[in-house]
């Protein structure tokens, strides 16, 4: 079965850098599209990044220029930098993937049948 693990976040000063690696197994990596997603404390989720199985991607406006969403195949393992991080940016990460080459309805949770159980950051 599908299984994404999290790792990388914790705690960051404003102005400083994490990079979230995300490990995938059970499924063929390379046609699944995949995301990151994030949710602080009485906030909604929020779509962050996503990239296809070409590598296209796509960013919230609140990360664009900042954020860098990435995958390495050969290693089955997505990734986001995340620099120049604001207190805004803390919350639970979430990898999330899917089964279409491409997010069916854009950067939502509604696109990715499958999630990890996240990793904590905190900028502060």
């Known amino acids: 079965h599908v299984q994404l693990v999290e790792s990388g976040g914790g705690l960051v000063q404003p102005g400083g850098s994490l990079r979230l690696s995300c490990a995938a197994s059970?499924?063929?990596?390379?046609?699944?599209?995949m995301a990151w997603f994030r949710q602080a404390p009485g906030e909604e989720e929020e779509g962050v990044a996503s990239?296809?199985?070409?590598?296209?991607?796509n960013y919230a406006e609140s990360v664009k220029g900042r954020f860098t969403i990435s995958k390495d195949n050969s290693k089955r393992t997505l990734y986001l930098q995340m620099d120049s991080l604001k207190p805004e940016d803390s919350g639970t990460y979430y990898c999330?993937?899917?089964?279409?080459?491409?997010?069916?309805?854009?950067?939502?949770?509604?696109?990715?049948?499958?999630w990890g159980q996240g990793t904590q950051v905190t900028v502060s």
């Open positions: 990239i296809d199985s070409d590598g296209r991607t």
């Open positions: 999330a993937a899917d089964h279409t080459p491409r997010p069916s309805y854009g950067l939502r949770r509604l696109s990715f049948g499958y």
């Open positions: 059970g499924y063929t990596y390379s046609s699944y599209c």
